[in-house]
């Protein structure tokens, strides 16, 4: 590991033409339209700059670049000047340097000149510029007027502004701008007076910039720097490895000094985020070193009992025989395991590879069943495989962009930028949600549709959008007949065009007025490149996989699929749930999404390794609770989930794990489910362990061990001692070697490797001998089944509705600065943003129960009841309330029932119907849990040897 | 009836020209309200139409009516085309300014309007933009860009949308000929701009001006109204500024109409390729684009046939400061600056004798008498150390102190900077505090810092009053060479010439050799 | 069914079938029955689909005839091989 700064070339990357010239004597040859000073850089000649940076557009605002051209008059700024055929530049002549020296002088004679104790010794761009120009003497003397009495801003939790240090650069204005798209800095003044601010001169945290650090990273000097920094000094070395939150996959520098991590960096040549970042990967890793962290592992007998903590050996003896016991006394099918999308591909391989071969059922399932299952079923069904057909990159081509069930800005943030920077551009947008997400209108964006739908309609509304494209004629008919199935879209459209279909006939159903249905459908089919992006607002109901099936049919319908700029895209919850759900994490599938009753898969794998493997399904997440409440499944093992948070109906999640008798729990907290655990097994941070991650662009990208496990091992090789004591000899010794048995056994990821991976930085699979490259769009030529096939979507409701009782719909979702259950977000500094779920209610209903803001209140459903604060807002429509589910006090999920999607049991988190009262505090429930999950956490303490 | 002409012009009003047009109301006479002739020292200006034509009589006052009606007035001129000031100029743009209602359409049309246009529609548009780069017309603006190569990239940009911006920032000290000319004859820059936009395929235009010219913004409002029909398909719309110098810039002006924070672009990408909202924008100065009808009407070469070198067609000079006859003066180029100065002009109000005159606004180079002989043109001036700008020129009698002058330049620009450019951003104000320890005779000593031992390099000897005067001309050659755009560009152009031929006003006593290149 | 986290196995079954069939409902009875029992043999675990056959001629567990037939068809077929 060492620590080299990434090469800063001023200006971005173009593509062109080549075009030669001359930069001092030396001959370059560039894509035209690259600046000199990029064209500079290529043949590492460094000019002088601070205003460039080549992740932004040149702004031509230092004055440091100047050059000579021969034939030019005056020294044009190289940032701002691109090259042109036969140029002569010269970069260093004795009038550019006493003009750089010039300027410096004028930037010196007003900056603090503390170099040495700054923050930003030996990594600040105006120190490095200022011994380039060799400035000596600032002549100005440094009693003028200047900056330095300016207070610091300390109210972000990670990072500082300090005004004195500031250049004006506007780096960080331009950052926030044009990559981030938030719009939340601005230069204040004019002149000499010109200043950073935050919104309208409020303090950072209090502004609206949402903390992606793009501007902390673009600063030049310490004006903007990260609190880990002053604390701990800059990096001595880096390693670049892969973001465990959100599915987006953003890669960054893990930069380090000895076993510290000091902060984590965007990598520039990361595919996925292209340098960007946001405030969950960018800054909220403290959960890794936090003090909750469980190291040793633990076992009990009752979950009455408190914990005792106990040697690796004996933990993992005692799973083995638990296991062992509980098939011989109740049957082979009588165990299963959950894998964890936040573990690598690696160890979700292992974890049902330890249940097929191990524990010799299909009993797995992973978070995905109650996120993207209707994802893998919908595009399996229609496309023929189970993921989203482009790459990040397409978004910069699309022309209409339609986001349904999906709030990109809170949930994916990092692609959000990109995909509002294209908006910016002029792409138009269709929003179909309940809510009006922050997409909707923000600076210098406003969607053209905002089609705010009763939850609970999409398959209605989508299936109608359907129909405005095949009775007006706005089919691509020549893509349809070429490349789908041509019966099925006959009856497709005979169904669709029928007129109960219509946005007329369901405009009272959805909520949506018909005329602005049709328009979107009209934009959307007619627009140019049309891009769908759709989140778990798509997949959490009771017709998940018929609403995705319908997506798909309408890109199909209007040629959408298989070119850059379209495409039907999930955008996934989890940094690896595309991985997991190819790993093989769900009861009816092997790796590779295939069937466990196709034999040929099946004898494959057990040549491989060397057992009969079970060609019926397992048990679904829901269906393992189920049986256990019925008693015929008794032991399971959860690795980096907390289904008891995370999965509906928390009572009857609650009532099956109560029922086993042997949950072992891998986690790095002691989580909620771990409160009816009889063994835990302390995990590892994605900090601490080598393996790849799958972003929601098929993206595989390397996860690269920056520290020792702070529990002694990595969960891969825990899942290795539980095989091992299961009587299995796995041999494995760096992760490498399960990637390579992947690929041996997994046609679409035949090619992939560690080592082709560190040579390109990542690949999308399929990766093989037929897509030698990988595959940054799905479907180019023909779909992965053949004929693309178009299913008829009826709409069946719900069977969750409102009434007298239960009058409101509650729908839930995440927000930027928390994810998922929490568990590594609430042990970060982000409760800053979110220190508590709230449950969001229009104004209407709110004075309707007089609720004020801030209140206290009771949410009920059918499933339960918990108390949670009131936040009144028009963003969401009367007759629905939205809250979140991070925060465990709350647990929203008490609420939640488990009617689910049809096809795959996916749970139907977004309709819920609610009521809503004022209230004094927490519920009976809440009380109960609370006093219970207490009591269950106890540690016991071992007595000091005399 | 009688009927007799009162100009409605800003300066005309702040010198009484309303009360003046009551008083003539009142006695019985039809009172049509014009632009401004241009010499405000005849304001205000009363022309009397009689069988010999219209006679006029300034400056009048409203007691005067009787007197003016009878024809007794002692401040009788006579004929208007006739007085010394008028008789010498060549009026291509401002032809009709203080002869018509400046808002009468039909007045406009019985006057020559719409001629240029109509031809140009004659035209095709790159005959359009053959004509104009024919007539040899540079940017009015002050930086005296070939306006028709300018219009041939915008001709020759492929885009959907195409602007036309005027930009109607007159902010130089000294310079009024944008109001005089928006106040006076608003129709003709609406001509200008719809042949502009007929040329390069723009359909509509933006006329940026500054909110100073609350007249000016309420005659272009009234008269776009009432030429719409008149230049469709095309469009126009006023947009006001808030105050900025720098806003006159043309890219700091396209990101205030785009309602941004009117900062430098820089350039490449040209406006013309890259401008308002991305879309390949003409941007020219309100003269500019007024020069164009005549050049549509008369021919291309009727106007190149006047001027000198390479400075073709008419200039509408603005003589201001301390002068006896300030007014806009419209002449080919070429006149020589002693000319201006004393024969139009008059010398000077007070009487004393002239020392400095400044050419081109706040940011224009001062000139001694000794260099009275320049001829008024581009490139005399540039090579002189100077510019024309906007034709703005100050006269400045010998009380004027010549440091101040060049420390009002830097304190004009600290005030006006954008803070986006470095050199401008801090040299401006670093250049003011220079400027005033010259001004003061005290050099400065090592300060605080620089005296403490941590500093190894800094100076510590205190530093004398020629390394100051350096120190000076270093900052303005960093501002010259370095600044983005022309704000803190051409500050050191007051400033060096002032140092340069007024040396003694700083302390030096001797000339310095010439400003540093 | 006012409180499904107290559905019986059964009932769970039941209403699982049903909700399947319900989708396939636009396809006609028949094949909406075939479309299930597909679905179902593909999807869940032996023991569900043991106890499903046998519900089907419990005379005593309320099931909609679609959907006794569709658990009829699960035990005519070996759908899996």
Known sequence: ?946 | ?517 | MSDHAMMSTDERLAYMAEHILRNFATRGEDEAIEATAEHIGLYWDPSMKARATAMADEPGVPLSEAARAVFRRLGEEQPLT
């Open chain 2, 1 to 517: 009836m009688t009927r007799v002409f009162i100009s409605r012009d800003m300066a005309s009003v702040a010198l009484g020209a309303d009360t003046v047009a009551e008083a003539f109301a009142k006695a019985g006479c039809e009172v049509v309200r014009t632009g401004s002739r241009g010499l405000f020292a005849i304001e205000p200006l009363v022309e009397v139409e009689t069988d010999a034509g219209r006679i006029a009589y300034g400056p009048i006052g409203p007691g005067d009516v009787k007197a003016v009606l009878d024809g007794t007035h002692a401040n009788r001129i006579g004929p208007i085309g006739e007085h010394p000031f008028f008789s010498g100029q060549q009026r291509f743009t401002f032809a009709r300014c203080g002869v018509i209602d400046p808002l009468s359409m039909r007045g406009y049309a019985a006057n020559g309007g719409w001629k240029g246009l109509d031809a140009a529609h004659a035209l095709s548009p790159q005959e359009v933009v053959d004509a104009v780069k024919a007539s040899g017309l540079r940017g009015r603006g002050g930086a005296g860009f070939p306006t028709g190569i300018k219009w041939q990239t915008v001709l020759d940009t492929p885009a959907h949308e195409k602007f036309i911006v005027c930009n109607a920032d007159e902010g130089d000290s000294g310079t009024f000929a944008d109001r005089m000319l928006m106040e006076g004859d608003p129709f003709h820059l609406i001509e200008g701009m719809a042949i502009a936009g007929h040329a390069v395929g723009a359909r509509h235009g933006f006329i940026y001006i500054r909110s100073e010219y609350p007249f000016a913004v309420e005659t272009m409002h009234e008269a776009i109204a009432r030429a719409a029909s008149r230049i469709e398909p095309f469009t126009l719309e006023v947009r006001v500024g808030a105050g900025a110098y720098v806003c006159g810039e043309e890219t700091s002006l396209l990101d205030s109409i785009e309602g941004k924070r009117g900062e430098v672009r820089a350039k490449p990408p040209l406006p013309a390729i890259e401008g308002l909202w991305g879309k390949p924008t003409v941007i020219n100065n309100v003269l500019s684009l007024s020069a164009v009808p005549f050049i549509l009407a008369e021919g291309p070469q009727a106007y190149a046939d006047v001027g000198f070198g390479r400075s073709r067609g008419t200039m509408p000079i603005q003589i201001a400061g301390n002068v006896k006859n300030g007014g806009l003066y419209e002449v080919g180029f070429g006149l020589t600056l002693g000319e201006l100065v004393n024969q139009i002009g008059g010398g000077t109000a007070s009487g004393r004798p002239v020392r400095a005159v400044q050419v081109g606004g706040p940011l224009g180079a001062y000139f001694p008498p000794s260099m009275f002989h320049l001829p008024f043109d581009y490139e005399a001036f540039a090579e002189a150390g100077g510019l024309i700008g906007h034709a703005g020129i100050t006269v400045f009698d010998d009380t004027v102190d010549m440091a101040k002058m060049a420390r009002f330049a830097m304190e004009f620009c600290a005030v006006e900077s954008c803070g986006k450019c470095t050199p401008c951003r801090i040299g401006s104000t670093r250049g003011t505090e220079l400027i005033d320890r010259i001004v003061a005779k005290a050099p400065r000593k090592a300060d605080t810092v620089e005296t403490l031992p941590q500093m190894r390099n800094a100076g510590t000897a205190a530093r004398t009053h020629d390394e100051e005067i350096e120190l000076l001309r270093d900052l303005c050659d960093t501002m010259k060479h370095g600044s983005l755009c022309a704000l803190g560009g051409f500050t050191p152009y007051p400033v060096l010439s002032a140092l340069d031929h007024f040396p003694e006003d700083f302390g030096s006593a001797h000339v310095h050799a010439a400003a540093a290149e």
């Open chain 1, 1 to 946: 590991m060492t620590f080299t700064r990434e090469k800063d070339f001023g200006t971005p990357a173009k593509h062109g033409e080549t075009v030669s010239l001359t930069i001092d004597g030396q001959p370059v040859s560039v894509p035209a339209g690259t600046s000199i000073m990029r064209a500079a850089a290529m043949v590492d000649t460094a000019i002088p700059k601070l205003c460039a940076t080549d992740s932004l557009e040149s702004f031509g605002s230092c004055r440091l670049c100047l050059v000579e051209i021969e034939g030019r008059k005056g020294y044009p700024a190289s940032c701002t000047t691109p090259v042109a055929p036969e140029m002569v530049v010269r970069t260093e002549t004795d009038k550019l340097r006493k003009l750089r020296r010039g300027v410096m002088e004028l930037y010196i004679s007003d900056h603090p000149l503390d170099c040495l104790t700054c923050s930003a010794n030996g990594d600040c761009e105006l120190q490095d510029q200022a011994g380039a120009v060799g400035l000596r003497d600032v002549r100005f003397g440094y009693e003028g007027a200047n900056h330095l009495e300016g207070c610091k801003d300390e109210s972000n939790p990670y990072f500082t502004f300090d005004p004195a240090k500031c250049i004006v650069c506007s780096r960080c204005v331009r950052a926030c701008d044009d990559v981030q798209g938030t719009l939340a800095l601005t230069v204040d003044g004019r002149g000499f007076a010109s200043k950073i601010a935050a919104s309208q001169g409020e303090d950072f945290l209090s502004s609206e910039c949402v903390s992606c650090g793009a501007c902390v990273q673009a600063c030049p000097t310490s004006a903007l720097i990260e609190n880990t920094v002053i604390d701990k000094g800059t990096p001595d070395k880096s390693v670049v490895t892969t973001c465990a939150y959100c599915g987006v996959g953003c890669t960054f520098r893990a930069e380090m000094r000895g076993e510290d991590l000091v902060r984590m960096v965007p990598w520039k040549e990361g595919k996925a985020n292209h340098g960007h970042s946001c405030v969950k990967g960018r800054f909220a890793w403290g959960y890794a070193q936090h003090r909750d962290r469980i190291l040793n592992p633990m076992v009990r007998t009752s979950v009455d009992e408190p914990w005792r903590e106990v040697s690796w050996e004996e933990a993992i003896t005692h799973v083995a025989s638990e296991f062992r016991r509980i098939q011989s006394s109740y049957g082979t099918r009588a165990i299963g395991g959950i894998t964890s999308s936040r573990c690598t591909n690696e160890e979700t391989f292992l974890v049902q590879k330890l249940i097929r071969q191990g524990f010799g059922n299909n009993n797995v399932d992973t978070c995905a069943r109650v996120c993207h299952s209707p994802t893998g079923y919908g595009l399996k069904t229609t496309f023929g495989t189970s993921a989203g057909t482009q790459d990040f990159d397409s978004v910069e081509q699309a022309d209409v962009i339609l986001v349904i069930g999906a709030n990109p800005t809170d949930g994916h943030p990092v692609f959000a930028s990109r995909m509002k920077r294209r908006l910016r551009e002029g792409a138009r947008l269709i929003v179909v949600d309940p809510r009006r997400i922050d997409l909707v209108r923000s600076p210098h964006i406003e969607a053209a549709y905002h089609l705010p739908l009763q939850p609970g309609t999409n398959v209605a509304l989508l299936t109608a959008m359907a129909h405005v494209i095949v009775t007006e004629g706005l089919v691509d008919e020549a893509y349809v007949r070429e490349r789908c199935d041509g019966e099925a879209y006959a009856e497709w459209a005979a169904f669709v065009s029928e007129p109960a279909r219509s946005p007329e006939a369901i405009e009272e159903l959805t909520g949506v007025p018909a005329a602005d249905l049709r328009a979107a459908a009209r934009l959307y089919a007619t627009g140019g490149n049309g891009a769908i992006y759709y989140g778990l607002g798509v997949t959490e109901h009771s017709q998940g996989s018929s609403t995705v099936m319908a997506i798909a049919n309408l890109a199909m319908a209007t040629g959408n699929v298989g070119k850059p700029g379209t495409g039907v895209n999930p955008l996934r919850g989890q940094n690896n749930v595309q991985g997991s759900c190819d790993m093989g994490s769900f009861p009816h599938e092997l790796p590779g999404y295939r069937h466990v009753s196709d034999n040929a898969t099946r004898a494959l794998f057990e040549a491989d390794w060397g057992v009969t493997l079970d060609a019926q399904p397992g048990l679904r997440i829901n269906n393992m609770l189920d049986a256990a409440t019925d008693g015929t499944f008794k032991g399971i093992f959860i690795q980096g989930e907390d289904i008891l948070q995370s999965d509906p109906n928390t009572k009857h999640v609650a009532a099956g794990l109560a029922a086993m008798e042997c949950v072992v729990v891998q986690d790095l907290f002691l989580n909620e489910t771990a409160n009816y655990a009889h063994v835990f097994l302390p995990g590892s941070t994605f900090l601490e362990k080598d393996g790849t991650f799958t972003n929601a662009e098929r993206r595989i990208q390397m996860v690269r061990k920056v520290m020792e496990p702070k529990n002694g091992y990595a969960d891969w090789e825990v899942v290795q001692l539980v095989a091992n004591a299961m009587g299995l000899r796995w041999t494995y010794t760096h992760p490498s070697q399960i990637m390579d048995e992947i690929a041996r056994l997994t046609p679409t990821f035949a090619g992939v490797s560690f080592d082709v991976l560190e040579e390109r930085g990542s690949v999308q699979w399929p990766m093989n001998a037929a897509a030698p490259e990988g595959t940054p769009t799905m479907h180019l030529d023909q779909f992965v089944r053949g004929k693309g096939l178009f299913v008829v979507t009826d709409y069946v409701p719900t069977d969750e509705r409102t009434g007298p009782r239960f009058p409101l719909l509650l729908t839930t979702g995440r927000i930027l600065s928390q994810y998922n259950v929490g568990a590594q977000t609430r042990r970060t500094e982000n409760g800053a943003w979110h220190a508590e779920d709230r449950l969001e209610i229009h104004p209407h209903d709110a004075e309707n129960r007089g609720i004020r803001d801030g209140d206290w209140v009771a949410l009920r459903s059918r499933a339960g009841e918990t108390t949670l604060r009131a936040l009144i807002t028009d963003r969401v429509a009367p007759g629905v309330v939205y809250t979140t589910f991070h925060h465990p006090d709350t647990q929203a999920n008490v609420i939640t029932t488990d009617f689910s999607d049809w096809a795959t049991n996916c749970p139907e988190y977004k309709v819920t119907a609610v009521q809503v009262m004022p209230s004094n505090g927490p519920s009976d429930w809440q009380t109960r849990y609370r006093e219970q999950s207490d009591r269950s956490r106890r540690i016991a303490t071992v007595e000091p040897a005399e």
